[in-house]
């Protein structure tokens, strides 16, 4: 009898203004995504008040160009209205289905190794 390995696929698909992107989980993609959300969470911890519109604008593009392309970073930013404020908020979004991703990789992790340790502690 065959073992079912459990798999996730390598990408999710996203929905934004009703056009399906896919955002790639690849180990070289995540490692972006992570450089892109610490520069994020710096800015959040930084904020100022005297950021420049041009300066928010060129942020959110950069966001969607490393989850995506250029060519969708600028069609999510045309659909959005060319507004830099609903731009973040979908930046946002993406983060948090990142931060899930990983978040959901680490609990499988802990849980196996919990499980382990159990199979251990009763067989002493």
């Known amino acids: 009898m065959a073992i079912t390995i459990d798999t996730k696929?390598?990408?999710e698909e996203v929905i934004i203004y009703n056009e399906t992107y896919t955002v790639d989980f690849s180990d070289e993609k995540l490692l972006e995504y992570e450089k892109e959300a610490a520069k994020?969470?710096?800015?959040a911890k930084n904020e100022q008040a005297n950021r420049s519109l041009s300066e928010n604008i060129k942020?959110?593009?950069e966001a969607f160009v490393v989850f995506f392309?250029?060519?969708i970073a600028d069609e999510i930013y045309n659909n959005s209205g060319k507004s830099s404020m609903v731009c973040t908020n979908?930046?946002?979004?993406?983060?948090?289905?990142?931060?899930?991703r990983m978040a959901e990789f680490e609990d499988k992790k802990l849980k196996e190794y919990l499980e382990e340790d159990d199979e251990e502690t009763v067989s002493e």
Do not use: C, P, S
């Not at 994020?40 to 800015?43: A, F, L, P, Q, V």
């Open 40 to 43: 994020w969470e710096g800015i």
């Open 59 to 61: 942020l959110v593009k």
């Open 69 to 71: 392309n250029e060519e």
């Open 9 to 11: 696929k390598a990408f």
């Open 90 to 100: 979908i930046a946002m979004q993406l983060f948090k289905v990142f931060k899930e």
